[in-house]
């Protein structure tokens, strides 16, 4: 999970580059909405919702592990 663009754009420019193939289609990658107080463009509700994606992959992870 990615919080917020610049996160997003540091991973892809510094991290994802050294992932190999294989790698990159067994992970999930989820840009997501900001968390900061500065991002007041979305209600706490919406952050929530948007967020509420990682429940999902979490308890995928615990049941492949």
């Known amino acids: 999970a990615l919080n917020g663009g610049k996160a997003a ?10 992932f190999d193939d294989a790698l990159r289609r067994r992970l ?9 107080p500065a991002n007041a463009s979305y209600a706490s509700a919406q952050l929530q919702a948007a967020w ?14």
């Open 52 to 65: 509420s994606v990682l429940r999902g992959e979490l308890s995928l992870a615990r049941t492949q592990a």
């Open 28 to 36: 999930a990658i989820h840009r997501l909405p900001s968390t900061r």
């Open 9 to 18: 754009q540091a991973f892809a420019r510094h991290v994802e580059p050294q």
